[in-house]
């Protein structure tokens, strides 16, 4: 794959054993200047723009947008085309709203255009070919700037800061990353630029996960850093073991997969700590965080122009609506992407935020909305999405995680990761439970497993589904169901 040369990329690319090296020497300079000038101006800009009026906020995307429109239609034969058969002139671009009168595009137009959507030449320097699987399982590729992560990293932080992350403190990850074993048997590495703890949420039995909680325990003021799921992983083990969480997580920050209200809780619980969590995805167009009060998503205005279109292709304004997010990026110069349909869903809550008084637009829901992961398709052909699965009661007291396979409508197998070996009547109890929640639209069978399937960046999934219609019912009505909260 082809990856710019930039500082990122050479850590990144860095063996473990030099990494080891160079990180004490990093350990003892402070992480903003390491992380380097264009992260700390970001930064700097976004907490000052966080506090912008209306007013100032649509100069600053009219300007944006301006530079976005005119480099996409001068340097682009695709978008060259599209603006004149829609009588649209850069020139004539006068408020933000007159982004509306150009058409949307998605997944398949990048699929099928990259080619002539490319603003510069992709063969230059600073260019990144990125990939994003998603778990629908298909593929985007497109090309983007080399640098852009000194400027998502510092949206990141800032959203991280406003639940007391400091750049300081170590995090404990449990994400995506390989984590071969140390030689004391461990699976975990520190990155000293990043002030980062990574252990395998690839490896989470009953020992790993008290390893690395022995091992967390150690690491002074820190934050954990996961997928929800992994989140859940320890929330489970603390409370199947009645245990608290150590006492030195300050926080635990969220995001990547759908957050789930009874999961939020249970982490809430078993670590005592603020759980906080953000939205955005690999085309980097539009990112929203939690706030200091509330669990509603702000989208960065300076990050990207966002829309949220119903099917018809019109603003929601209504409050409770749900809508698509559409995004116009700011970062990516290499191929714009205008007016991209994400496939992701929120619900409108409204302009502004009363409680921390951002003027952004503030919207709610499990807005990743990865849709086909997430939905069982039943005998009929209708689809029954897992929000509605929601346990609060005791169905899934000793287990660990569960995981639904389905490789034809109407029948699933409930995969079950239990905390301890569970009698005949504890099955029957689990798979009355589940029967009940899907309204027996689903014949269950449940399977004891060792082990739940995850995607190749570790992230697990509710349904591995062998349907191959399931992807696009999940899209077509999973949504309504997403208003969660
Ligand atoms: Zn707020």
Redesign the pocket.
């Known amino acids: 794959m082809k990856t710019a040369f930039s500082r990122k990329n050479l850590w990144e690319k860095m063996p473990d054993s030099l990494k080891r090296g160079v990180g004490s020497v990093l350990g003892a300079i402070p992480s903003q200047y390491l992380l380097g000038g264009q992260f700390r101006r970001n930064l700097a800009f976004i907490h000052e723009s966080d506090r912008w009026s209306d007013d100032r906020i649509r100069d600053h995307q009219f300007q944006q947008l301006q530079r976005v429109l005119i480099s996409a239609y001068q340097n682009t034969s695709y978008y060259h085309a599209t603006f004149d058969s829609a009588g649209f002139h850069p020139n004539d671009f006068r408020e933000p709203e007159d982004i509306r009168r150009l058409p949307t595009i998605d997944k398949n137009t990048v699929q099928g255009h990259l080619n002539e959507m490319c603003a510069v030449s992709p063969d230059r320097g600073g260019v990144d070919l990125v990939s994003t699987g998603g778990s629908s399982g298909q593929t985007l590729q497109f090309y983007i700037d080399a640098g852009r992560s000194a400027i998502e990293y510092a949206y990141l932080v800032a959203g991280w800061m406003r639940v007391g992350y400091r750049l300081e403190l170590p995090q404990v990850i449990l994400r995506g990353a390989i984590v071969n074993e140390n030689r004391q048997g461990l699976r975990h590495f520190y990155d000293a630029v990043l002030r980062r703890h990574y252990y395998s949420n690839f490896h989470t039995s009953e020992e790993d996960i008290r390893r690395y909680l022995d091992h967390i325990a150690t690491v002074g003021p820190c934050y954990f850093h996961g997928y929800p799921s992994s989140a859940v992983r320890l929330a489970r083990f603390l409370e199947v073991h009645n245990e608290g969480a150590p006492a030195n997580i300050r926080g635990v920050l969220c995001g990547s997969e759908n957050v789930y209200p009874e999961d939020r809780a249970l982490v809430e619980k078993a670590f005592g700590v603020r759980y906080y969590s953000w939205y955005g995805h690999s085309e980097k167009l539009v990112l929203a965080s939690e ?4 669990n ?1 998503y ?1 989208v960065h205005p300076t990050y990207g122009y966002f829309e949220l279109l119903d099917e018809c292709g019109d603003p929601v304004t209504e409050p409770g609506q749900v809508g698509e997010i559409v995004g116009t990026g700011f970062i990516n110069t290499i191929v714009p992407f205008v007016r991209y349909r994400t496939g992701d869903h929120a619900t409108y809550v409204g302009h502004g ?1 009363k ?2 008084g ?1 003027r952004h637009p503030i919207v709610s829901g499990s807005v990743e909305g990865r849709f086909s992961s997430e939905v069982l398709v039943a005998t009929d052909g209708s689809s029954i999405s897992l929000t509605t699965f929601n346990v609060h009661d005791d169905t899934f007291e000793n287990v660990v995680g569960y995981q639904f396979f389905q490789s034809a409508p109407g029948r699933a197998e409930l995969r079950i990761l239990p905390a301890r070996s569970l009698s005949e009547g504890e099955l029957a109890h689990i798979l009355e439970g589940a029967t009940r929640r899907l309204q027996g639209q689903i014949d269950v069978k449940i399977r004891v497993v060792d082990e739940l399937q995850k995607t190749k960046r570790g992230k697990q999934l509710r349904v591995i589904t062998e349907l191959a219609d399931a992807v696009e019912k999940g899209l077509e009505t999973g949504r309504p169901e997403l208003q969660n909260r």
């Open positions: 706030c200091e009060h509330t509603d702000h935020c409680a921390c951002r």
